[in-house]
């Protein structure tokens, strides 16, 4: 039985889906039907398919009452959108059901695990929002809410913990079967921790440890947690809010993080050695990964900040869109990611140069497009050079530019003039591995979005740049001289 709630967002789709064109989306990256969306749930996968939820409010642009969306694919490229899956529509999530995650049950059903939200007034009349850990259950398109639920609330915590700040469930099964959920919270001293919980049958859930805390060290508040095993070590991703700026490594505001370590499972024992940012760009929140059959962790996430929330364009009829997935790898202890393999199946239309001299700002015909996969290598031709610089989405007035300058190991993108008016972000420095003045980029383009990952994914950045699609020019610059390689794919959606 639908609840009222569920089938009104279900209709309201219905109603108003077939408005928006293709031509208004990104080709290849998810957004939600219509309205707001933003952090990835439920990524995982069933019955032979990838399934992604999202966080998603759609009678707006802005953030409001959540509820789940749903979108399902078999190669992370193509996909197809399913019916709303959840709605605030209970006494315990009525103000919103918030991020979580999925897993098959031994009955073929699948399981979603995600934080109901309830607002209450104090005596004092305060309003206080309490957030519990839920369970639903569905077939890969309808989904039942669990008569036993909350399955965790503030009752489940050791003294020192929030039943106010508790929320977002990743859960996974261990090889008996079992089921664990790592979930964030805020502890005594303001600052965020991820609590680890432990189940036989999904449903009925206890405490178990704390898996690692913040100390206020790395932002306050730590959001959307993640814990998997990666290249022998055991990675933890969470996404921190109140982030304080570090180097070049940490930018304030909303963060996120990998802390890579070891896992003592039978002891239940984390012992972080590392942490790192993941993303260096502006516009990445909140992510998520599930593991493929074949063995690949898989990472997608909200391609948003909530800094820049309110930049959308005009007259737009939904909000927000989720990175392209990437394949997780660790090289010399640190995260790696790259776009997943599929995205290759898709390459068409090839156009590429070899060793191209470039010392003053240089066209290529054929380098051009806002749709596309291109590597370019970048090597000095002879001496040592100042800058080289790639200028993407661009026209008379509009571009974005990435920088690498090898003296300092750094690569700037600044999107000021993409064609965003909000006196927000848009430059992002972050450093890269030394090689001798060469260096690979390689930018995923998909409409409004540049995904840029530098030698091979040792880094990755991601922004949202809202240039008008006319402003398709691609050119490469250079203080000294550089020679340069490009190998560029347009995307082709009609090949597989
Ligand atoms: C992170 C977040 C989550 C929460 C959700 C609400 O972006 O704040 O912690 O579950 O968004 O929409």
């Known amino acids: 039985m639908l609840s009222e709630e569920l089938r009104k967002a279900r209709e309201f789709e219905d109603q108003y889906l077939p408005y928006i064109s293709d031509a208004e989306r990104p080709a290849f990256h998810v957004t939600g039907g219509i309205g707001w969306i933003n952090d990835p749930n439920g990524f995982s996968c069933y019955k032979g398919a990838y399934h992604l939820f999202y966080q998603y409010h759609p009678y707006s642009n802005q953030w409001g009452p959540m509820h789940w969306g749903h979108v399902r694919t078999s190669d992370f490229i193509r996909w197809e959108r399913l019916p709303v899956a959840l709605a605030p529509d209970t006494e315990y999530d009525r103000n919103g059901c918030f991020s979580g995650s999925a897993v098959e049950l031994d009955d073929g059903r699948q399981l979603l695990m995600y934080t109901g939200v309830h607002r209450v007034r104090r005596e004092d009349g305060v309003m206080q929002e309490f957030q519990t850990q ?201 995260l790696v990611q790259n776009p997943v393999r599929e995205l290759a199946n898709y390459h068409g239309h090839r156009v590429a140069y070899e060793g191209v001299l470039v010392n003053r700002e240089t066209n290529m015909p054929g380098v051009s497009g806002r749709i596309l996969d291109m590597t370019v290598t970048v090597r000095p031709a002879g001496t040592m050079y100042q800058w080289f610089k790639l200028n993407v989405a661009k026209d008379g007035e509009f571009a974005t530019t990435i920088r690498y300058k090898p003296v300092c190991n750094t690569v700037r993108v600044d999107r000021s003039r993409c064609g965003i008016r909000h006196d927000v972000v848009h430059v992002r420095d972050f450093l890269v591995r030394p090689r001798g003045g060469e260096i690979k980029l390689r930018v995923v383009m998909d409409r409004c979005s540049l995904e840029l990952f530098v030698n091979d994914g040792e880094q990755a950045a991601t922004f949202i740049v809202y240039t008008p699609e006319s402003a398709e020019s691609i050119s490469f610059e250079a203080e000294g001289s550089v020679l340069v390689d490009v190998e560029k794919y347009d995307l082709d959606f009609d090949r597989v």
Not at 182 to 208: C, K, M, P, Q
Not at 244 to 250: D, N, S, T, V, Y
Not at 263 to 284: C, H, L, M, N, P
Not at 292 to 305: E, H, K, L, N
Request: hydrophobic content about 35%; charged content about 25%; aromatic content about 12%.
């Open 134 to 334: 839920c369970v639903a259950v569905g077939d890969g398109v309808d989904y039942e809410k669990y008569e036993g639920n909350p399955v965790l609330t503030g009752r489940n915590l050791p003294e020192g913990f929030s039943a106010l700040d508790f929320r977002d469930p990743k859960i996974w099964r261990e090889a008996d079967g079992s089921f664990r959920a790592v979930v964030g919270n805020r502890t005594d001293d303001g600052s965020g921790a991820i609590l680890l919980f432990e189940s036989g049958d999904g449903f009925h859930w206890h405490y178990s440890t704390i898996i690692d805390r913040c100390h206020n060290e790395y932002g306050r508040m730590w959001e959307c947690p993640d814990f998997f095993p990666l290249d022998g070590k055991q990675a933890l991703l969470t996404s921190p809010q109140e982030m304080a700026a570090l180097g070049l490594e940490f930018h304030a505001g909303y963060g996120s993080i990998c802390l890579t370590g070891e896992w003592d499972s039978e002891a239940r024992k984390f012992t972080r050695e590392r942490v790192q940012s993941i993303d260096y760009g502006i516009d990445f929140y909140a992510p998520q990964t599930l593991l493929t059959p074949d063995g690949r962790r898989v990472m997608i996430a909200w391609m948003q900040s909530w800094s820049n929330a309110h930049c959308q364009p005009q007259n737009a009829r939904y909000f927000g869109e989720m990175t392209l997935p990437r394949e997780l790898s660790l090289r010399n202890g640190r």
